[in-house]
């Protein structure tokens, strides 16, 4: 293993799948599948698919759901009237009153739409408050042109406004697969806050794009974290300098957008594992100004691995977690992924998906990892949670831990091949399903499409309800599009 600090100011992006799938005005098989190019796993159904695992660890929860009638239902925004609207990102106001959305919009839906950041503010009930921007929604272009603008991370500041996070189309790119990161600030009355970067938004280039093989490498975004001084966290990933693969990245900046120079090299801490591509994903924001890192990659042995790499205040590796900073070790002898990590008391719990086999159907997982670094065997079975809702292909990509230190897990579960429904799960504080929230500890929701999935979920500030955000799917083959959903839940008892 390899840790590399970058000493250019050149950042670089693995191209995100969503992107080309926006970019594309596809409802596809999902709305955003793990990134192909850097060796993770495909969301269709496995030729000769099992739900039956075959090694230690790999125990499989029966998800069958059971969704209570008496329960709230998820309200589908519809928030452009002609084009794809796709919520992936959500945050709570300080005062638990509204929940804020964020992801990509356009205005029409075939391939040549151009997409642009949004912001929704909803009120605690889940409809839209109509008082911010227009009609409820704040939005960006913050580069005019065929292609997809992408915004996955969203916090607010202490004074309230709005810092959103995510993919742009490099300027003057030759290639339209070239992408930069991007941070937006949005008042609270949604408009672009002007005082942030320059005129509202900065914008990273960290690395220039190149196509290697049949692989485009890039500058790519998926996180955003804000520590308490108001400062930004942005989790990405960047070009490895003279190699065809990607490192893992976290940028520092302050409250207004400039680069925090004290943090790593120029504000920029990389990590490489192996000389393998990078799949990042979310950082946790410990009290001490510490971050852990949560993603994957794929080894040289084409096992993916998942990924927590615990960073200092200063932007240097902690090397007394895990290995030299990192926890990488091979779960389930196929893939593991790692969606997110979020804190449960001193250890983090992951959510996520993989498989132990090739042959067996993608399910979701939930590992505990120490605050050590090291795998917490105590947790589910042998160290792992499984679901699986119906032998197909079900996706994790969200979690929180709630008060009492149980999990809500998101994302989407296939009752069939060519079906999916947004769907939620409830783990007790030890990774076993939680059976007072559902049958097995789940729930499904269908959004309206065939490619639903709750992809965002936030605990309010009051702690009496859960937001849970995502997007109804449609197929790519209709004239319909893909609509962004909101579902607000009392927290389970």
């Given at each position: 293993?390899s840790?590399?600090?970058?000493?250019?100011?050149?950042?670089?992006?693995?191209?995100l799948?969503?992107?080309?799938?926006?970019?594309?005005?596809?409802?596809?098989?999902d709305?955003?599948p793990?990134?192909?190019?850097?060796?993770?796993?495909?969301?269709g159904?496995?030729?000769?698919?099992?739900?039956?695992?075959?090694?230690?660890?790999?125990?499989?929860?029966?998800?069958?759901?059971?969704t209570?009638?008496?329960?709230?239902?998820?309200?589908?925004?519809?928030?452009?009237?002609a084009?794809h609207?796709?919520l992936f990102g959500?945050?709570?106001?300080?005062t638990?009153?509204?929940?804020?959305?964020?992801?990509?919009?356009?205005?029409?839906a075939?391939?040549?739409?151009?997409?642009a950041?949004?912001?929704?503010?909803?009120k605690?009930?889940g409809?839209?408050?109509?008082?911010?921007?227009?009609?409820?929604?704040?939005r960006?272009?913050?580069?005019?042109?065929?292609?997809?603008?992408?915004?996955?991370?969203?916090v607010?500041?202490?004074?309230?406004?709005?810092?959103?996070?995510?993919t742009?189309?490099?300027?003057g790119?030759?290639d339209?697969r070239?992408?930069?990161?991007?941070?937006v600030?949005?008042?609270?009355?949604?408009?672009v806050?002007?005082?942030f970067?320059?005129?509202?938004?900065?914008?990273?280039?960290?690395?220039?794009?190149?196509l290697?093989?049949?692989?485009?490498?890039?500058?790519?975004?998926?996180?955003?974290?804000?520590?308490p001084g108001?400062?930004l966290?942005?989790?990405?990933?960047?070009?490895?300098t003279?190699?065809?693969?990607?490192?893992?990245?976290?940028?520092?900046?302050?409250?207004?957008?400039?680069?925090?120079?004290?943090?790593g090299?120029?504000?920029?801490?990389?990590?490489?594992i192996?000389?393998?591509?990078?799949?990042?994903?979310?950082?946790?924001?410990l009290?001490?100004?510490?971050?852990?890192?949560?993603?994957y990659?794929?080894?040289?042995?084409?096992?993916?691995r998942p990924v927590?790499?615990?960073?200092?205040?200063?932007?240097?590796?902690?090397?007394?977690?895990?290995?030299?900073?990192v926890?990488?070790?091979?779960?389930?002898?196929?893939a593991?992924?790692?969606?997110?990590?979020?804190?449960?008391?001193?250890s983090?719990?992951?959510?996520?998906y993989?498989?132990?086999?090739?042959t067996?159907?993608?399910?979701?997982?939930?590992?505990?990892?120490?605050?050590?670094?090291a795998?917490?065997k105590t947790?589910?079975?042998d160290?792992?949670?499984?679901?699986?809702?119906?032998?197909q292909?079900?996706?994790?990509?969200?979690l929180v831990v709630?008060?009492?230190q149980?999990?809500?897990?998101v994302g989407?579960?296939?009752p069939?091949?060519?079906?999916?429904d947004a769907m939620?799960?409830?783990?007790?504080?030890?990774?076993?399903?939680?059976?007072?929230?559902?049958t097995?500890?789940?729930?499904t929701?269908?959004?309206?499409?065939?490619?639903?999935?709750?992809?965002?979920?936030a605990?309010?500030?009051?702690?009496?309800?859960?937001?849970?955000?995502?997007?109804r799917?449609?197929?790519?083959?209709t004239?319909?599009?893909?609509?962004s959903?909101?579902l607000?839940l009392?927290?389970p008892?």
């Amino acid at each position: 293993m390899s840790f590399t600090f970058d000493l250019s100011p050149s950042f670089r992006h693995l191209l995100l799948s969503v992107a080309a799938v926006v970019a594309t005005g596809c409802g596809g098989d999902d709305p955003a599948p793990a990134e192909t190019d850097s060796g993770t796993l495909d969301t269709g159904v496995a030729d000769g698919s099992s739900d039956s695992p075959t090694e230690a660890g790999a125990d499989v929860a029966d998800a069958t759901p059971d969704t209570p009638t008496s329960d709230p239902k998820p309200v589908v925004l519809a928030l452009s009237a002609a084009g794809h609207d796709r919520l992936f990102g959500l945050a709570w106001d300080a005062t638990g009153d509204a929940v804020y959305g964020t992801g990509a919009i356009s205005d029409a839906a075939g391939a040549d739409a151009d997409t642009a950041f949004f912001v929704v503010k909803m009120k605690a009930d889940g409809s839209v408050d109509k008082s911010f921007g227009v009609d409820g929604i704040a939005r960006k272009n913050v580069i005019a042109k065929k292609g997809g603008e992408v915004a996955r991370g969203i916090v607010v500041q202490s004074s309230g406004k709005i810092v959103v996070a995510g993919t742009v189309e490099h300027a003057g790119a030759t290639d339209d697969r070239d992408r930069d990161l991007a941070l937006v600030r949005f008042t609270t009355d949604g408009k672009v806050d002007t005082t942030f970067g320059t005129e509202g938004v900065v914008v990273l280039d960290l690395s220039p794009g190149e196509l290697a093989g049949t692989t485009y490498l890039a500058d790519g975004q998926w996180g955003l974290s804000v520590f308490p001084g108001d400062q930004l966290l942005v989790t990405g990933s960047l070009k490895a300098t003279g190699r065809t693969d990607t490192d893992f990245a976290l940028v520092k900046l302050s409250a207004d957008g400039a680069r925090d120079k004290t943090f790593g090299t120029d504000g920029l801490f990389t990590l490489d594992i192996d000389n393998t591509s990078a799949s990042p994903r979310t950082a946790t924001i410990l009290t001490d100004g510490s971050a852990v890192l949560s993603g994957y990659y794929r080894d040289k042995d084409s096992i993916v691995r998942p990924v927590l790499a615990k960073v200092k205040p200063d932007g240097t590796a902690d090397k007394t977690f895990g290995k030299d900073g990192v926890f990488n070790d091979v779960i389930l002898p196929s893939a593991t992924e790692a969606y997110g990590a979020a804190l449960q008391g001193t250890s983090f719990v992951t959510v996520g998906y993989g498989r132990a086999t090739a042959t067996e159907s993608l399910d979701w997982l939930s590992l505990r990892v120490t605050a050590g670094g090291a795998l917490d065997k105590t947790f589910g079975k042998d160290g792992v949670a499984r679901l699986d809702l119906a032998g197909q292909n079900d996706n994790g990509r969200a979690l929180v831990v709630l008060p009492d230190q149980r999990i809500l897990l998101v994302g989407g579960g296939r009752p069939t091949a060519t079906n999916s429904d947004a769907m939620v799960a409830l783990l007790s504080k030890d990774g076993l399903p939680d059976t007072t929230f559902g049958t097995n500890g789940v729930r499904t929701y269908d959004l309206g499409g065939v490619n639903d999935f709750f992809w965002a979920v936030a605990v309010s500030p009051k702690k009496d309800r859960i937001a849970l955000g995502g997007v109804r799917g449609v197929d790519a083959t209709t004239t319909e599009d893909d609509e962004s959903a909101i579902l607000m839940l009392p927290l389970p008892k």
